[in-house]
């Protein structure tokens, strides 16, 4: 279904590919039982309608996630790109639809329990332990496991050499842009298989989002999937293997995200031109 | 020599009590600050609740005494400490099952917490009173002095004995150690990352997987053991009455608000700032003047700002002037 | 059941349940109870207009209410004139000296803006200023105190009317919330809470403390009664009041008490009619309207151009007063300032579990509130006393345990209190009579 070879950033001369960290997934051996063949996603979010409590939301929208892809959620103001994400990551309630992980139903499960089954996810802003170090951060992202965590934490180095040399200050008084990397990299200290990003690349400058962007190709090349919310949405295709642009709560286009650049409709409405 | 005397009284009657004074301060309002970080409110059930665990700590002593059991030249009341820790803990944490969960699972504001704690004041309130009664209880033995005011004259042949209670002396080295261990726990130690984690960010506390239940209950362990060490720290160093440690909300507030509400180091400031300011405004500083003016000069009055009666008024000045000047305290509490 | 029905049916309760004291323990105390719930309530009343109102967490409720004593010693008691011919022009000198260099002082700081010193400026004055203050205060208080201490010591008031000292206590009530309003208000509700439970507690120093203004802890006895009021002594004199008492079969000394008691609830229930009205009047004008917007949502009143902080000073200042006005009415009955009798539970927190309970936001909530729960907090005293007698029933009689359980149960009222207001914020957290 996915083809890797098909990602939307091939130049590799803006990625940093040498010594190039590998992210083991937690739970490599899991899932097997309920695996609903090679066909299906490896995560779902599958004709969900719902919302906070008031009004719906999201009508039927359905967001899914291969393995070591990039999938992308884009769309206008209010389109209900973050709630479509928070619906998968079960910080609101669909009452129809379902989630599924790895072929298992997770829709019932509450956002910790999710955590725990291996999804990462980095809200948009408060994202930090803003009076604890770099370290402490990596730290407290790695609570729930129980082994040793310095194999991660080196890792997470890697990806992110400047937040070996920050490790002992507070992660408060750090640049918008190595905030954004402490929150990504507290969420890859539980070796999750999902990584979901809510608009990583707000406030940031363009330089610093292009790092970013870098940054989140190598993660996905360790493996592990990458569900994005964006508001850059031009640069953002460019990088995603899937492309899903959301009007008012609902699907409006899906497909990859080089196809969706090239697409005139897509361009006019959604990427000014 | 008598810059020397001056030197003398300046440390017997400001300095060691004022020093004694801060640390109970010190550890009432860390108690406060954890709470407000925690569990995000204002505990007006505080002072009471030393009052509680300090009557745990005093029957326990008396048990202990009438047992014959001492702690040699120590008062036994150290002895009794555990105790009252573990059964104010106990309390605590049955008062947060009975009471504040429930707000807490309902997401109410944070007034709503307070005036809960109003209702459980009154509760520790009557408890105290109904056990221990409502008045002054004596339960320091051990040795009086570490250093007695006739043996330092002896000793240096100065005009001005310097007295060092042993109280004084066991208040600030036990503030110091449960300071250390505090911040030990609190930076050093998984559960004590957590707390402080959940209490910067709980929203991504828990979608770390932090147990808000657990955070909660380790705090109000903790704060049971510094409310209890601070009350009996207090009433082996002064006194103990019910109605005093209610009083000590307004000092301990102060404290824990100056120095920047949530901030532990800023509680500890805070204390001793309002000890120091408390003693040095309500001192008759007469004897230390006379020492060191000429003998002309030597002043008729007391040389006293303020009488000690109105000493809850320098904890309200200063608490006034911070909200006035810098309202998130001195250490940048999380308060605004 | 709406409030419509509902309100009139719990006040009826709480008739019967004066009623019911009167029958079944004595009148006497039924009316004791009836005037101070009606004290209570306009107490109740008044901490209503800040947290119902405005949701301002005000807990120097008892600072306030004994500035309304004060008062009530300050106008209605005769001038010593000895004690002011011996200092009181003096003290008046070194109080101008005191609070000369407090103003001195925000005027230089407010001045050196960019002044590096300022700080240290401002603290030479204010301790310079300190001393002369002391040094001239000392002599005068001194002066004023040796005047007759056994009955008088103190500069006594002005000898007018004692209702007058309704509304000045309301006016020194306001005058300390205006302050505190001032610097505290703006800032988180807790803050203001601690404050307030600051001022009151220097209130109360004050009073306890400057014998020449208020003889301390000495009290100041024998208020006069005010106006319709009449003495016992003059009443069991009136040939017309014996004969009446005769022909109601009655002891003339119990019916002149009796009178006494209904003639201050009388005045009592006026007062609180009046600022009932007042208080109903405010909450449905326009400005009422806006208060409680500006509570309901501060956020989306301030975008709307309302200054909330100016707002939340008027209605604290306001709510303030009214305990004063209460301070002052409890001081006239009593005909005494106790200053010694001012607790925090009794006259502040007590205060709040009348709120809550009444119901916070509603007027007639607070009045039912306060009524209701002083009737409690009295009548949970002897319940208790008689509880533990029964439980301790098996003890011997000469027991320590047995004479310490009778002896505390008094304080069984806090935790029928505490108890009481967990359970009504918990299972009724909206009061007896909700705002709607």
């Known amino acids: 279904m996915s083809d890797y070879s098909d990602r939307g950033n091939k130049d590799a001369s803006i990625t940093r590919t040498d010594n190039m960290p590998t992210l083991t997934p937690a739970h490599p051996e ?43 959620i884009v769309g206008p103001n209010g389109a209900g790109k973050s709630t479509a994400m928070k619906a998968v990551f079960g910080m609101l309630n669909i009452h129809t639809g379902s989630v599924r992980l790895n072929g298992e139903d997770i829709t019932a499960l509450s956002p910790q329990a999710r955590v725990n089954k291996g999804m990462g996810f980095v809200p948009q802003t408060n994202n930090i332990f803003t009076s604890m170090t770099v370290e402490e951060n990596l730290e407290m992202g790695a609570f729930i496991r129980r082994d040793d965590i310095s194999q991660t934490m080196e890792q997470v180095y890697e990806l992110f050499p400047i937040l070996r040399d920050k490790r002992r200050q507070p992660a408060g008084e750090l640049s918008g842009g190595q905030r954004q990397q402490v929150a990504v990299g507290r969420a890859l200290m539980t070796q ?27 993660v996905a090349r360790t493996g592990i999937s990458i569900l994005m919310v964006e508001q850059n949405a031009r640069q953002a295709l460019e990088i995603a293997d899937k492309g899903y642009v959301l009007v008012q709560g609902r699907n409006r286009y899906t497909d990859t995200g080089k196809a969706l650049l090239a697409d005139p409709e897509v361009r006019k409405s959604f990427l000014g031109g | 020599m008598d810059f020397l005397n001056a030197l003398v009284a300046l440390l017997n009657f400001v300095i060691i009590p004022a020093t004694a004074y801060g640390s109970q301060l010190a550890l009432g309002a860390l108690g406060v600050t954890l709470i407000y970080g925690i569990l995000r409110f204002s505990n007006f059930a505080h002072g009471d609740g030393m009052a509680l665990g300090t009557m745990f700590v005093i029957l326990t002593t008396w048990g202990l005494q009438a047992a014959g059991i001492s702690f040699g030249p120590l008062p036994t009341a150290l002895l009794a400490l555990p105790i009252g820790i573990a059964l104010t803990a106990l309390l605590f944490i049955a008062t947060d099952r009975a009471v504040y969960r429930f707000y807490r699972r309902q997401k109410a504001a944070p007034v709503i917490f307070v005036i809960a704690s109003l209702g459980v004041m009154f509760v520790y309130n009557a408890l105290t009173r109904f056990i221990i009664g409502p008045d002054d209880q004596r339960f320091a033995d051990g040795e009086r002095f570490i250093i007695s005011a006739r043996d330092f004259r002896e000793a240096t042949g100065l005009a001005e004995g310097l007295a060092f209670r042993t109280s004084q002396g066991i208040t600030i080295v036990t503030a110091i150690i449960v300071v250390a261990a505090l911040f030990w726990f609190l930076n050093k130690t998984r559960t004590g990352k957590s707390m402080r984690a959940f209490s910067d960010n709980e929203d991504l506390a828990l979608l770390s997987g932090i147990n808000p239940e657990r955070v909660v ?90 009488g000690t009666e109105y000493k809850f008024a320098v904890s309200f000045v200063i608490l006034i002037i911070v909200l006035l000047v810098r309202p998130t305290g001195i250490f940048r509490g999380k308060a605004v | 059941m709406n409030n419509a029905t509902r309100t009139p049916l719990l006040f009826a309760c709480m008739g019967f349940l004066i009623i019911a004291t009167g029958v079944l323990q004595s009148w006497d105390s039924a009316l004791n109870l009836l005037n101070f719930g009606l004290i209570a309530a306009i ?292 005909g005494l300032l106790n200053p010694g009798a001012y607790q925090p539970l009794r006259y502040t927190f007590l205060i709040w ?84």
């Open chain 1, 30 to 72: 899991s899932g097997p039982s309920h695996y609903v063949g090679s066909g299906g996603p490896f995560l779902i979010g599958d004709g969900m309608t719902g919302g906070y409590g008031g009004a719906d939301i999201l009508h039927d929208c359905t967001i899914s996630v291969d393995k070591g892809e990039i999938a992308v």
């Open chain 3, 353 to 436: 579990v009348m709120v809550i309970v009444g119901g916070s936001g509603n007027n007639w909530g607070a009045v039912l509130g306060g009524m209701l729960v002083w009737f409690l907090y009295v009548q949970v005293e002897p319940l208790g006393t008689w509880l533990m007698s029964v439980m301790t029933a098996g003890l011997d009689d000469g027991s320590a345990l047995k004479q310490h359980l009778i002896d505390n149960a008094i304080y069984m009222r806090f935790l029928v209190m505490g108890i009481f207001l967990l359970l009504v914020l918990r299972f009724s957290p909206r009061g007896l009579i909700p705002e709607r």
């Open chain 1, 192 to 218: 999750p298989q999902v990584l979901m990003l809510d608009e990583p690349t707000a406030g940031v400058s363009p330089i610093v989002m292009d790092e970013l962007f870098d940054r989140i190709i190598e």
């Open chain 2, 217 to 306: 209950m380790v705090t109000w362990i903790i704060v049971a053991a510094l409310a209890v060490t601070a009350g009996t720290l207090y009433g082996l160093d002064k006194s103990y009455r019910p109605f005093t440690y209610f009083q000590l909300l307004l000092p301990i507030f102060a404290s824990a608000i100056v120095g920047g509400l949530g901030n532990p180091l800023g509680a500890i400031a805070g204390g001793f700032i309002i000890a120091y300011s408390e003693v040095m405004v309500t001192y008759a500083w007469k004897k230390i003047v006379t020492y060191l003016v000429p003998e002309t000069m030597a002043p008729e009055g007391l040389v006293q700002l303020l």
């Open chain 3, 43 to 334: 107490m109740a009343l008044g901490v209503n207009m800040q947290w119902g109102y405005a949701g301002l967490f005000n807990v120097g409720i008892m600072g306030f209410v004994a500035l309304g004593g004060v008062a009530a010693v300050l106008v209605s008691m005769p001038p010593v004139n000895d004690a002011w011919a011996q200092g009181g022009l003096r003290m008046i000198f070194a109080l101008a000296v005191g609070v000369g260099t407090i103003i001195g002082a925000i005027m230089v700081f407010r001045r050196l803006k960019a002044q590096r010193f300022r700080g240290l400026i401002v603290l030479a004055i204010l301790v310079i200023g300190a001393m002369i203050f002391r040094a001239l205060f000392g002599p005068a208080r001194d002066a004023i105190e040796a005047v007759n201490p056994a009955g008088e010591g103190y500069l006594g008031g002005l000898g007018l009317p004692i209702l007058l000292a309704w509304p000045i206590g309301a006016l020194f009530a306001a005058g300390a919330a205006w302050i505190v309003g001032k610097t505290a208000l703006g800032l988180r509700s807790d803050y203001l809470a601690i404050a307030t439970l600051g001022i009151s507690e220097i209130i109360l120093a004050v009073i306890r403390n400057e014998d020449w203004l208020t003889r301390g802890v000495k009290n100041v006895n024998g208020l006069p009664r005010p106006w319709p009021v009449p003495y016992e002594i003059e009443l069991q004199e009136d040939p017309g009041f014996l004969a009446r008492a005769e022909a109601w079969g009655m002891d003339p000394v119990g019916l002149s008490t009796l009178t006494v008691k209904l003639a201050y609830a009388g005045l009592f229930l006026l007062v609180l009619l009046i600022l009932m009205w007042l208080a109903q009047k405010a909450l449905q004008s326009p400005w009422g309207r806006m208060m409680r917007a500006i509570r309901d949502n501060e956020t989306a009143a301030e975008a709307m151009g309302k200054d909330v902080k100016k707002r939340h000073l008027h209605i604290f200042v306001i709510g303030s007063a009214v305990c004063g006005l209460a301070g002052a009415m409890m001081t006239t009955m009593d």
